[in-house]
T-cell receptor, first 118, second 112 residues
Framework: AQKITQTQPGMFVQEKEAVTLDCTYD???????LFWYKQPSSGEMIFLIY??????QNATEGRYSLNFQKARKSANLVISASQLGDSAMYFC???????????????FGRGTSLIVHP | NAGVTQTPKFQVLKTGQSMTLQCAQD?????MSWYRQDPGMGLRLIHY???????DQGEVPNGYNVSRSTTEDFPLRLLSAAPSQTSVYFC???????????FGSGTRLTVV
């Protein structure tokens, strides 16, 4: 069975600084995918970024990048130039198997609360 | 294109009552899932479906039933509500050959 661990219940960062949110995972599958979602105080789940296990380059989406270290089984989210609107809960998630196969249903970590100070 | 629509947004039930949380998507997505979110627990999978007529249990299925008679709809039924089912419920869907899940806006359920 797969497992996602987010060890930081809460993080604080100064506006305009970069912040790293940690995520480690455990799976015996060779094919898997890693996601990050943002949940602002309004409650909706917003997809941020995805990394496939066979992708050699780290995924980037604007100010978000995923620091994928396969040997260490970590998939940390890096937010550059933090903004006040980045204050939210952040969830790491993983699905195993190919896009059209395997369990393809994401398992979520418990989340990290990020607060951006002005 | 409305995406994933969940109704109701808020609901208060008495212990022992039954109800159905509705989830509908208009994107012709094959895969649909129900999660519950509790403080400090992240999102936990209740049930999921990989197509019309096919459903399976997730991590916390007890006390919930689902069915998938059409591609568009995936209702979640609470058989006999208990205070432990107080939670925020999210429905999500995705295309077969796509990795990204689209979430509904959630249903906040309180069982008293």
């Amino acid at each position: 069975a797969q497992k996602i661990t987010q060890t930081q219940p809460g993080m604080f960062v100064q506006e305009k600084e970069a912040v790293t949110l940690d995520c480690t995972y455990d799976t015996s599958d060779q094919s898997y995918g890693l996601f990050w979602y943002k949940q602002p105080s309004s409650g909706e789940m917003i997809f941020l970024i995805y990394q496939g296990s066979y992708d050699e380059q780290n995924a980037t989406e604007g100010r978000y990048s995923l620091n994928f270290q396969k040997a260490r089984k970590s998939a940390n989210l890096v937010i550059s130039a933090s903004q006040l609107g980045d204050s939210a809960m952040y969830f790491c998630a993983m699905r195993v198997g190919g896009v059209s196969g395997g369990s393809y249903i994401p398992t979520f970590g418990r989340g990290t609360s990020l607060i951006v100070h002005p | 294109n409305a995406g994933v629509t969940q109704t109701p947004k808020f609901q208060v039930l008495k212990t022992g009552q039954s109800m159905t949380l509705q989830c509908a998507q208009d994107m012709n997505h094959e895969y649909m899932s129900w999660y519950r979110q509790d403080p400090g627990m992240g999102l936990r999978l209740i049930h999921y479906s990989v197509g019309a007529g096919i459903t399976d249990q997730g991590e916390v299925p007890n006390g919930y039933n689902v069915s998938r008679s059409t591609t568009e709809d995936f209702p979640l039924r609470l058989l006999s509500a208990a205070p432990s089912q107080t939670s925020v419920y999210f429905c999500a869907s995705k295309e077969r050959d796509n990795y990204g899940y689209t979430f509904g806006s959630g249903t906040r359920l309180t069982v008293v």
